[in-house]
């Protein structure tokens, strides 16, 4: 059970929020007087709100337990599914092939790298990637795009949209030739409809938008993928504890795995790269330190080969390390050319 959920006053639930509690586990270890320490509160308020806490988990652990029971399943079932979830191809097919397919659903995928790497530009491309129809082998999902960053550019997303149609146009002048054409009726008006745009200016409104998103997509079901640009922002302007930061992404990582399980879409966290120290010599790093780098199902980092754009798999259970070369075009994210490299998109 999440916070927002507990049956206290805004303003509690809100200190509660902003400290770092999100879910009623993260509640169950303190005492009365910490609690009121850290929301500068009374300790009969704090116990108070570790009462409610106490009360709402023991029927909500009733409930789970059931639903654990209930929900056991093969390993042979696990791979079916597996096996049959469609991917959002990225619009370059080198960094498809590493990637299995593309993006993988049902998964939290992590791509990071340094400031002009691509990164937006990949974020934008999945979010116009993932309507492409079931006819074209695409998942005719919606998006939602979570910027912290204000790096969103709506005329980039048009002009990218614009280019997934003509792909799809070229392709039915293709299958024109053997088989029956597929009708496309999507514009790119009809596209940007479908991105459902969240301008965050805090961490405190990125923890509330990722609790309110599992309500959010299940009135919105088609939604099938949930961009974060940049996870990191606002986690590394406003903290001076990193404990309490450590505890924060946890709990905001446990939740985006949640509702990738739970609704069959792909999570794609978009971070930031810092300089790391390691054996008396520096190196490039994904920032939020090593415990965040576990926290995610795949991981993906975009570096500079010369001139060159590549993306190499960091981490993943399931995919062999491999890089692949990719260019940023006008008509968004391609496989590597070496007349599309470091050129102005507006």
């Known amino acids: ?3 927002w959920r507990l049956p206290i006053s805004a303003s509690q639930r809100g200190k509660l929020i902003s400290a770092g509690y999100t879910s009623l586990s993260s509640l169950s270890s303190l005492s009365p007087s910490d609690l009121a320490r850290e929301l500068k509160v009374s300790e009969a308020e704090a116990m108070g709100i570790l009462k409610a806490a106490s009360h709402s988990r023991g029927a909500e652990t009733s409930n789970a337990s059931c639903s654990i029971l209930d ?7 696990m791979l079916h599914d597996e096996e049959s979830l ?5 619009s370059s097919a080198d960094l498809d092939n590493i990637l299995g397919g593309g993006i993988h659903c049902k998964e939290v995928t992590e791509i990071g790298g340094v400031p002009g790497i691509g990164k937006t530009q990949l974020g934008m491309q999945i979010a116009v990637n993932v309507q492409i129809p079931h006819d074209f082998g695409g998942l005719s999902g919606k998006a939602i795009y979570i910027d912290t960053e204000g790096s969103f550019m709506v005329e980039r997303a048009f002009q990218i949209a614009e280019a997934c149609i003509e792909d799809m146009s070229e392709y039915n002048r293709f299958l024109r030739k053997d088989f029956q054409e ?3 009726n999507m514009k790119p008006e009809d596209i940007l409809e479908n991105i459902f745009y969240f301008r965050i200016c805090s961490y405190t409104e990125q923890i509330a938008l990722i609790n309110y998103l599992d309500k959010f997509i299940s009135e919105h079901k088609d939604v099938k993928v949930v961009v974060v640009d940049s996870v990191t922002f606002h986690f590394r302007q406003d903290f001076d504890d990193m404990a309490l930061r450590t505890r924060v992404l946890s709990g905001m990582a446990l939740k985006l795995m949640n509702l990738a399980k739970k609704f069959s879409l792909a999570v794609v966290l978009l971070n930031q790269a810092t300089i790391k120290h390691t054996e008396g010599s520096f190196q490039l790093a994904l920032a939020l330190g090593d415990s965040w ?4 199902t795949n991981r993906i980092v975009l570096y500079w080969n010369g001139n060159e754009r590549y993306a190499y798999i960091d981490k993943s259970p399931s995919l062999r ?4 070369a990719y260019s940023v075009t006008a008509r968004g994210i391609r496989n590597s050319s070496s007349s599309c490299k470091r050129i102005k998109m507006m």
């Open 1 to 3: 059970m999440e916070i």
């Open 71 to 77: 929900g056991a399943q093969s390993a042979w079932d």
């Open 86 to 90: 469609i991917h959002i191809t990225t």
């Open 182 to 184: 597929c009708k496309i």
């Open 293 to 296: 780098s576990h926290t995610c």
């Open 321 to 324: 390390s491999a890089s692949a």
